[in-house]
């Protein structure tokens, strides 16, 4: 298991922005590829932003330009600043750990092992 916490979410009008956090425990975190998850209400969970050890990202289309995605491996904590959100963003973010075999691709990082948070509530209103 690899802990994960995130934290940073809440509640904004659109074209507001947010910084999501997450803090990993594993003392290993520069090994992992890390990325960001969303889920909306009735919809399926959709890669949003990733990046590899070497700090090289993706990003899902809908997000570019207004996200980025960084890294603190001394802290091992990820973030996602989000910018120009819009009602669209609104949905439970989640982080994910991967390792093994991990790639790059769409706005996630996968792996053979893949590690998740218990997700932070975005709210964007119009």
């Known amino acids: 298991q690899v802990p994960l916490v995130e934290s940073g979410g809440g509640s904004v009008q659109a074209g507001g922005s947010l910084r999501l956090s997450c803090a990993a425990s594993a003392y290993t975190y520069s090994r992992f590829c890390m990325g960001w998850f969303r889920q909306a209400p009735g919809k399926g969970r959709e890669a949003v932003a990733g990046?590899?050890?070497?700090?090289?990202?993706t990003y899902a289309d809908s997000v570019k330009g207004r996200f980025t995605i960084s890294q603190d491996n001394a802290k091992k904590t990820l973030y996602l600043q989000m910018r120009s959100l819009k009602p669209e963003d609104t949905a439970m973010y989640y982080c994910?750990?991967?390792?093994?075999?991990?790639?790059?691709?769409?706005?996630?990082?996968?792996?053979?092992?893949?590690?998740w948070g218990q997700g932070t509530q975005v709210t964007v209103s119009s």
């Open positions: 994910a750990a991967s390792l093994g075999g991990t790639y790059l691709s769409g706005g996630g990082c996968y792996g053979n092992d893949n590690y």
């Open positions: 990046i590899s050890i070497y700090d090289t990202t």
